[in-house]
Protein backbone atom coordinates (compact mmCIF):
# COMPACT_ATOMS: atom_id res chain seq x y z
CA UNK A 1 0.00 0.00 0.00
CA UNK A 2 1.18 3.57 -0.76
CA UNK A 3 1.84 5.38 2.55
CA UNK A 4 0.98 8.84 2.77
CA UNK A 5 2.43 11.12 5.01
CA UNK A 6 1.30 14.87 5.67
CA UNK A 7 3.58 17.14 7.89
CA UNK A 8 2.72 19.08 10.09
CA UNK A 9 0.43 17.05 11.98
CA UNK A 10 -1.15 20.28 13.21
CA UNK A 11 -0.30 24.00 12.49
CA UNK A 12 -1.35 27.31 14.60
CA UNK A 13 -1.61 29.94 11.82
CA UNK A 14 -3.74 33.86 12.01
CA UNK A 15 -6.02 35.10 9.51
CA UNK A 16 -3.93 36.54 6.81
CA UNK A 17 -1.61 34.02 6.89
CA UNK A 18 0.11 31.98 4.03
CA UNK A 19 -0.35 28.36 5.01
CA UNK A 20 1.33 25.69 3.04
CA UNK A 21 0.81 21.66 4.40
CA UNK A 22 2.89 18.78 2.70
CA UNK A 23 2.03 15.17 1.45
CA UNK A 24 4.53 12.59 0.87
CA UNK A 25 4.07 9.39 -0.64
CA UNK A 26 5.92 6.33 -0.24
CA UNK A 27 6.28 5.61 -3.72
CA UNK A 28 5.87 7.72 -6.34
CA UNK A 29 2.56 8.48 -8.69
CA UNK A 30 1.78 10.80 -11.18
CA UNK A 31 -0.99 13.37 -10.25
CA UNK A 32 -3.79 10.71 -8.55
CA UNK A 33 -3.50 13.06 -5.51
CA UNK A 34 -6.45 14.79 -3.56
CA UNK A 35 -7.15 17.41 -0.97
CA UNK A 36 -9.79 17.39 1.46
CA UNK A 37 -10.97 19.90 4.38
CA UNK A 38 -13.27 18.52 7.46
CA UNK A 39 -14.99 20.48 9.77
CA UNK A 40 -15.95 19.14 13.13
CA UNK A 41 -19.06 16.82 12.93
CA UNK A 42 -19.42 17.42 8.64
CA UNK A 43 -18.24 15.17 6.30
CA UNK A 44 -15.12 15.98 4.23
CA UNK A 45 -14.86 18.22 1.16
CA UNK A 46 -13.01 17.94 -2.06
CA UNK A 47 -10.78 21.12 -2.38
CA UNK A 48 -8.16 19.70 -4.85
CA UNK A 49 -8.04 17.00 -7.37
CA UNK A 50 -5.82 15.98 -9.55
CA UNK A 51 -2.99 17.13 -7.69
CA UNK A 52 -3.89 20.99 -8.88
CA UNK A 53 -7.16 21.34 -10.34
CA UNK A 54 -9.60 23.33 -7.89
CA UNK A 55 -12.77 21.95 -7.37
CA UNK A 56 -15.78 23.90 -8.50
CA UNK A 57 -16.61 26.45 -6.16
CA UNK A 58 -13.73 26.63 -4.09
CA UNK A 59 -12.13 29.70 -3.00
CA UNK A 60 -8.92 30.45 -5.35
CA UNK A 61 -6.58 31.15 -2.30
CA UNK A 62 -6.43 27.14 -1.96
CA UNK A 63 -3.86 25.52 -4.68
CA UNK A 64 -2.26 22.45 -4.99
CA UNK A 65 1.34 21.36 -6.16
CA UNK A 66 3.45 18.68 -7.13
CA UNK A 67 3.84 14.76 -8.55
CA UNK A 68 6.02 11.68 -7.65
CA UNK A 69 5.95 11.99 -4.13
CA UNK A 70 5.53 15.18 -3.24
CA UNK A 71 2.76 17.55 -3.09
CA UNK A 72 1.85 20.72 -1.64
CA UNK A 73 -1.91 22.13 0.01
CA UNK A 74 -1.45 26.16 -0.03
CA UNK A 75 -3.56 28.78 1.59
CA UNK A 76 -2.51 31.85 0.36
CA UNK A 77 -4.55 33.69 2.54
CA UNK A 78 -6.05 32.25 5.51
CA UNK A 79 -9.63 33.16 6.16
CA UNK A 80 -12.16 32.32 9.42
CA UNK A 81 -13.76 29.54 8.09
CA UNK A 82 -10.44 27.88 6.50
CA UNK A 83 -9.78 26.26 10.41
CA UNK A 84 -10.05 22.74 9.92
CA UNK A 85 -8.24 19.60 9.44
CA UNK A 86 -6.87 18.66 6.07
CA UNK A 87 -6.11 15.75 4.04
CA UNK A 88 -4.33 14.46 1.28
CA UNK A 89 -5.46 10.85 -0.70
CA UNK A 90 -4.30 9.15 -3.63
CA UNK A 91 -6.31 7.36 -6.03
CA UNK A 92 -3.70 6.04 -7.76
CA UNK A 93 -3.56 2.11 -6.17
CA UNK A 94 -6.09 0.06 -4.50
CA UNK A 95 -5.92 0.64 -1.28
CA UNK A 96 -6.64 4.26 -1.54
CA UNK A 97 -4.71 5.91 1.20
CA UNK A 98 -5.20 9.22 3.30
CA UNK A 99 -2.68 11.14 4.90
CA UNK A 100 -3.17 11.38 8.49
CA UNK A 101 -4.33 14.68 8.38
CA UNK A 102 -3.33 18.00 9.12
CA UNK A 103 -5.29 20.37 11.84
CA UNK A 104 -4.93 24.33 11.30
CA UNK A 105 -5.89 25.99 13.97
CA UNK A 106 -5.78 29.71 15.71
CA UNK A 107 -2.82 31.55 16.87
CA UNK B 1 -29.24 18.67 -5.27
CA UNK B 2 -26.89 15.75 -5.74
CA UNK B 3 -26.71 14.03 -2.32
CA UNK B 4 -25.68 10.77 -0.93
CA UNK B 5 -27.84 9.87 2.40
CA UNK B 6 -26.39 6.68 4.81
CA UNK B 7 -28.02 4.24 6.88
CA UNK B 8 -27.92 1.36 8.47
CA UNK B 9 -25.69 2.10 11.49
CA UNK B 10 -26.16 1.70 15.08
CA UNK B 11 -25.15 -0.28 18.23
CA UNK B 12 -23.93 -3.83 17.83
CA UNK B 13 -22.62 -6.68 19.46
CA UNK B 14 -18.79 -8.27 18.23
CA UNK B 15 -18.83 -10.89 15.03
CA UNK B 16 -22.17 -10.28 14.51
CA UNK B 17 -23.72 -8.30 11.05
CA UNK B 18 -24.94 -5.00 9.92
CA UNK B 19 -25.71 -3.52 6.78
CA UNK B 20 -25.52 0.12 5.93
CA UNK B 21 -27.34 1.57 2.40
CA UNK B 22 -26.26 4.82 1.01
CA UNK B 23 -29.06 6.77 -1.00
CA UNK B 24 -28.16 8.48 -4.05
CA UNK B 25 -30.21 11.11 -5.96
CA UNK B 26 -29.43 14.20 -8.08
CA UNK B 27 -27.19 12.35 -10.64
CA UNK B 28 -27.00 9.30 -12.50
CA UNK B 29 -25.81 6.93 -10.68
CA UNK B 30 -24.87 4.29 -12.92
CA UNK B 31 -22.24 7.11 -14.26
CA UNK B 32 -20.08 7.08 -11.34
CA UNK B 33 -17.82 4.08 -9.11
CA UNK B 34 -18.70 4.76 -5.07
CA UNK B 35 -16.64 4.03 -2.63
CA UNK B 36 -17.16 3.74 1.72
CA UNK B 37 -14.73 5.71 4.39
CA UNK B 38 -14.61 5.52 7.21
CA UNK B 39 -12.96 7.04 10.52
CA UNK B 40 -12.98 6.14 14.04
CA UNK B 41 -14.29 8.67 16.67
CA UNK B 42 -11.13 11.07 16.56
CA UNK B 43 -8.91 9.77 14.14
CA UNK B 44 -8.34 10.56 10.99
CA UNK B 45 -10.14 8.93 7.03
CA UNK B 46 -9.99 5.32 6.30
CA UNK B 47 -11.13 3.75 2.43
CA UNK B 48 -12.69 0.80 3.21
CA UNK B 49 -13.96 -0.32 -0.21
CA UNK B 50 -15.02 0.74 -3.51
CA UNK B 51 -17.11 -0.79 -6.63
CA UNK B 52 -17.49 0.23 -10.36
CA UNK B 53 -20.38 1.40 -12.10
CA UNK B 54 -21.52 -1.94 -13.46
CA UNK B 55 -19.99 -3.81 -10.14
CA UNK B 56 -17.16 -5.33 -12.21
CA UNK B 57 -14.34 -3.93 -10.19
CA UNK B 58 -14.50 -4.19 -6.45
CA UNK B 59 -11.81 -3.52 -3.89
CA UNK B 60 -11.32 -3.89 -0.31
CA UNK B 61 -9.34 -2.72 2.22
CA UNK B 62 -7.36 -5.48 3.83
CA UNK B 63 -8.80 -4.77 7.43
CA UNK B 64 -12.15 -5.27 5.89
CA UNK B 65 -11.23 -8.21 3.75
CA UNK B 66 -13.26 -11.67 3.79
CA UNK B 67 -15.61 -9.86 6.36
CA UNK B 68 -17.06 -6.88 4.72
CA UNK B 69 -19.42 -7.09 1.53
CA UNK B 70 -20.03 -3.47 -0.83
CA UNK B 71 -22.99 -3.75 -3.38
CA UNK B 72 -24.94 -1.37 -5.47
CA UNK B 73 -28.63 -1.27 -6.92
CA UNK B 74 -28.18 0.91 -9.94
CA UNK B 75 -32.10 0.45 -10.47
CA UNK B 76 -32.72 1.47 -6.87
CA UNK B 77 -29.71 4.33 -7.35
CA UNK B 78 -28.23 2.42 -3.55
CA UNK B 79 -24.79 1.28 -2.37
CA UNK B 80 -24.51 -1.18 0.28
CA UNK B 81 -22.30 -2.17 2.87
CA UNK B 82 -22.82 -5.97 4.26
CA UNK B 83 -20.33 -5.99 7.44
CA UNK B 84 -20.05 -9.81 9.22
CA UNK B 85 -17.88 -10.70 11.89
CA UNK B 86 -17.95 -6.76 13.27
CA UNK B 87 -15.39 -5.86 15.88
CA UNK B 88 -14.64 -3.25 18.12
CA UNK B 89 -12.39 -1.68 15.65
CA UNK B 90 -14.95 -1.57 12.85
CA UNK B 91 -16.46 1.30 15.34
CA UNK B 92 -16.64 4.12 13.05
CA UNK B 93 -18.97 6.81 10.95
CA UNK B 94 -19.01 5.68 7.52
CA UNK B 95 -19.35 7.50 5.00
CA UNK B 96 -20.36 6.90 1.57
CA UNK B 97 -18.79 8.81 -1.42
CA UNK B 98 -18.88 9.30 -5.35
CA UNK B 99 -15.89 9.71 -7.69
CA UNK B 100 -16.01 13.36 -9.64
CA UNK B 101 -15.47 11.37 -12.88
CA UNK B 102 -17.74 9.43 -14.95
CA UNK B 103 -17.08 5.92 -16.83
CA UNK B 104 -15.06 4.44 -18.15
CA UNK B 105 -12.34 6.45 -15.82
CA UNK B 106 -10.92 3.78 -13.60
CA UNK B 107 -10.48 6.40 -10.42
CA UNK B 108 -11.46 9.72 -9.25
CA UNK B 109 -11.41 11.82 -6.43
CA UNK B 110 -14.31 11.61 -3.96
CA UNK B 111 -16.64 14.83 -4.93
CA UNK B 112 -19.57 14.30 -2.83
CA UNK B 113 -19.88 12.41 0.61
CA UNK B 114 -23.08 11.20 2.75
CA UNK B 115 -23.34 12.63 6.36
CA UNK B 116 -22.02 8.89 7.77
CA UNK B 117 -23.60 6.79 9.16
CA UNK B 118 -21.92 5.90 12.94
CA UNK B 119 -21.48 2.09 13.74
CA UNK B 120 -20.38 1.25 17.44
CA UNK B 121 -19.58 -2.21 18.01
CA UNK B 122 -19.66 -2.91 21.60
CA UNK B 123 -21.16 -5.81 24.29
Known amino acids: AIRMTQSPSSLSASTGDRVTITCRAS??????LAWYQQKPGKAPKLLIYAASTLQSGVPSRFSGSGSGTDFTLTISCLQSEDFATYYCQQYYSYPWTFGQGTKVEIK | EVQLVESGGGLIQPDRSLRLSCAAS????????MHWVRQAPGKGLEWVSSISWNSGSIGYADSVKGRFTISRDNAKNSLYLQMNSLRAEDTALYYCAKVNVIVPAATGAFDIWGQGTMVIVSS
Open chain 2, 26 to 33: GFTFDDYA
Open chain 1, 27 to 32: QGFSSF
